[in-house]
């Protein structure tokens, strides 16, 4: 199967199960790495960083990127209109008989089923970001103890990303501020 039909395939499945925003396709990108040798999951948490700073859809951003690292702007292409093509579809559909069945009690509980998923997949998506940016379960595996389990500074900058997003005053803060000044940090502290 060429490169171009597969790259296809895999974001138009992607497309089509990762409900509930960008980050739900984590789970999938993950897979792909584990499948295929287009890219590892060590560069996922900088697919991540690229994504969520370039304007656009994470999910459609990360189609894009992982694309053109398989196969250049004709990959790219492909796996973002694969990627993109579910939803167009489905929206259509959606806005043609969404009046009629609103107040279905079908849609209603399959809408209440599909928030819990949705959940799930992005808190699988956390997880793996944070196990791949905050964690170093190889070092671990070398050598066990509690200094090799975590890369220190990305836990204090994490811990102290955290923290600030939750203060009130920080908080309205527009997310670009933090994203640059992790980068700032990341550059001074060659993170």
Same mark, same amino acid.
């Given at each position: 199967?060429?490169?171009?039909?597969?790259?296809?395939?895999?974001?138009?499945?992607?497309?089509?199960?990762?409900?509930?925003?960008?980050?739900?396709?984590?789970?999938?990108?993950?897979?792909?790495?584990?499948?295929?040798?287009?890219?590892?999951?060590?560069?996922?948490?900088?697919?991540?960083?690229?994504?969520?700073?370039?304007?656009?859809?994470?999910?459609?951003?990360?189609?894009?990127?992982?694309?053109?690292?398989?196969?250049?702007?004709?990959?790219?292409?492909?796996?973002?209109?694969?990627?993109?093509?579910?939803?167009?579809?489905?929206?259509?559909?959606?806005?043609?008989?969404?009046?009629?069945?609103?107040?279905?009690?079908?849609?209603?509980?399959?809408?209440?089923?599909?928030?819990?998923?949705?959940?799930?997949?992005?808190? %699988?998506?956390?997880?793996? !970001?944070?196990?791949?940016?905050?964690?170093? $379960?190889? =070092?671990?595996? &070398?050598?066990? @103890? #509690?200094?090799?389990?975590?890369?220190?500074?990305?836990?204090?900058?994490?811990?102290?990303?955290?923290?600030? %997003?939750?203060?009130?005053? !920080?908080?309205?803060?527009?997310?670009?501020? $933090?994203? =640059?000044?992790? &980068?700032?940090? @990341? #550059?001074?502290?060659?993170?």
């Amino acid at each position: 199967m060429s490169i171009y039909l597969l790259l296809f395939w895999e974001f138009l499945k992607t497309g089509l199960f990762a409900i509930g925003g960008g980050l739900a396709t984590l789970p999938f990108l993950y897979d792909i790495a584990a499948r295929y040798d287009w890219f590892d999951a060590a560069i996922l948490p900088d697919m991540i960083a690229i994504s969520e700073s370039t304007p656009g859809p994470i999910g459609i951003n990360m189609a894009t990127y992982a694309g053109f690292n398989v196969a250049g702007v004709l990959g790219s292409i492909i796996a973002t209109l694969a990627e993109i093509i579910p939803s167009i579809i489905i929206i259509l559909i959606i806005a043609k008989f969404l009046d009629k069945f609103k107040g279905n009690t079908i849609v209603q509980n399959a809408f209440y089923g599909l928030r819990p998923a949705v959940c799930a997949l992005i808190a %699988t998506a956390a997880v793996q !970001v944070l196990e791949t940016s905050v964690f170093t $379960f190889d =070092a671990f595996k &070398a050598a066990p @103890g #509690i200094t090799t389990l975590f890369d220190l500074k990305a836990l204090i900058l994490f811990v102290v990303v955290l923290v600030l %997003t939750h203060l009130p005053k !920080v908080k309205k803060l527009h997310p670009v501020f $933090f994203l =640059a000044g992790a &980068a700032v940090v @990341g #550059i001074v502290f060659q993170m």
